[in-house]
């Protein structure tokens, strides 16, 4: 095996783009450990790197990724979506990130679906739309 990138910690998801950027979902910042104890709201936010294929990363999320569930990159739009549970049930939302390509920042977000329990996985179907699988009660 091949290392593609390193120096992170408590991954929680990966996904590639149609143009090989590694998109990298970190549960909490990596200068941070995740503490049982805190309330959800006083911990640090969970964060989205892109790995450029040269190896540049670029952080494309900020404070509203908390508790980051799941991320997937859309391979025909160049979208990103991440899923985040924000510590309640029936709270999760998804939220959708447009990224320049040429300089690997996000130009927008927005949440694209919200009033979700623990949303996880996602895919794009064959009719062109977002799925996303929930978990929990």
Known sequence: ??????????I??????????????EYVNA???YDPTQQPGDLPPSQVVRVATDGTRTTISGSEVKLG??????????????SINNADIDN????RYRVDEATGQATSVEVVASGLNN???MAIGPDGHLYVNEQGV
């Open 69 to 82: 569930n799941y991320v997937f990159a859309d391979k025909n739009t160049g979208d990103v979506y991440v």
């Open 31 to 33: 200068a941070s450990i």
């Open 92 to 95: 999760g939302q998804v939220l």
């Open 119 to 121: 949303p996880r996985g």
């Open 12 to 25: 929680n998801g990966l996904s590639l783009d149609a143009k090989g950027n590694l998109y990298v979902l």
């Open 1 to 10: 095996p091949e290392v593609y990138a390193s120096g992170f910690s408590q």
